[in-house]
Nanobody
Framework: QVQLVESGGGLVQPGGSLRLSCAAS????????LDWYRQAPGKQRELVAT??????????NYADSVKGRFTISRDNAKNTVDLQMNSLKPEDTAVYYC???????????????WGQGTQVTVSS
């Protein structure tokens, strides 16, 4: 069983920055695709950013609403995925969740896990 724990959320003024981090813990696992999602009050959960893993480079994709402002990155040695958020806007206010697709050395298949979420509030 893998556990995902997010951190780094908080209150920030418009135009400010926050860095979210998601740490995976468990045993004998590998992280594959990693995502950040967000859910604002009264709205559906939406995909914010995705990062895959490759031999020489990682593929990254972003929602149009955050392109140029948010950057996703991963540290495979530490089993973490971060989301650097710059030029934050009030409409970025939401609970942010990380999602991981995991494989295990001891068994086949790919498993999906979610973190518990971290609140980001952008307000003056």
């Amino acid at each position: 069983q893998v556990q995902l724990v997010e951190s780094g959320g908080g209150l920030v003024q418009p135009g400010g920055s926050l860095r979210l981090s998601c740490a995976a813990s468990g045993s004998a696992f590998s992280l594959n695709v990693l995502d950040w999602y967000r859910q604002a009050p009264g709205k559906q959960r939406e995909l914010v950013a995705t990062i895959t893993t490759g031999r020489s480079t990682n593929y990254k994709n972003y929602a149009d609403s955050v392109k140029g402002r948010f950057t996703i990155s991963r540290d495979n040695a530490k089993n973490t995925v971060d989301l650097q958020m710059n030029s934050l806007k009030p409409e970025d206010t939401a609970v942010y969740y990380c999602r991981a697709f995991v494989t295990y050395t001891s068994k086949g298949g790919t498993y999906e896990y979610w973190g518990q979420g971290t609140q980001v509030t952008v307000s003056s």
